[in-house]
């Protein structure tokens, strides 16, 4: 009866398996000191759509807004930062990269939402 049992509830148990790699990050008491830096704000929005520096772009034209931002600063070492959502595609995000560097951004930082983890989604810990 027993060896049954187990059958028939592995025969009809889901498994669920979650995309992607669980990573636990260790805590630390170190925090990055903050810099006197000025820092450029490139913020993605829906379907492409890049705000920079008061005006609204797309990915072929935010080259030439990099480069004017650039050549009106005074700052010897420029620092991007750029704001997306999770939707975005890595490969966008590194071609906003090659474009800055090209530019002559000498740093890129990434920011993004915190969102709440859905606790029925997360693995059992243990």
């Known amino acids: 009866m027993i060896?049954?049992?187990m059958l028939v509830s592995?025969?009809?148990?889901?498994?669920?398996s979650l995309p992607g790699v669980r990573i636990d990050l260790p805590s630390t008491e170190m925090r990055i000191q903050h810099s006197q830096q000025a820092v450029a704000v490139l913020t993605?929005?829906?379907?492409?759509?890049?705000?920079?520096?008061g005006a609204v772009a797309d990915v072929g034209t935010i080259?030439?807004?990099?480069?004017?931002?650039?050549?009106s600063s005074d700052r010897s070492s420029q620092v991007l930062l750029?704001?997306?959502?999770a939707k975005m595609p890595m490969q966008d995000f590194l071609r906003l990269c090659e474009l800055?560097?090209?530019a002559?951004?000498?740093?890129?930082?990434?920011?993004?939402?915190?969102?709440?983890?859905?606790?029925?989604l997360l693995p059992p810990q243990g």
């Open 63 to 71: 080259q030439s807004g990099f480069e004017r931002y650039i050549e």
């Open 82 to 85: 750029i704001k997306a959502n």
């Open 10 to 16: 592995l025969l009809f148990t889901r498994f669920v």
């Open 100 to 102: 800055a560097q090209a």
């Open 104 to 120: 002559g951004f000498d740093q890129v930082q990434l920011a993004g939402k915190k969102q709440k983890a859905m606790e029925e």
């Open 44 to 53: 993605i929005g829906d379907n492409g759509m890049l705000f920079f520096d």
């Open 3 to 5: 060896v049954i049992a």
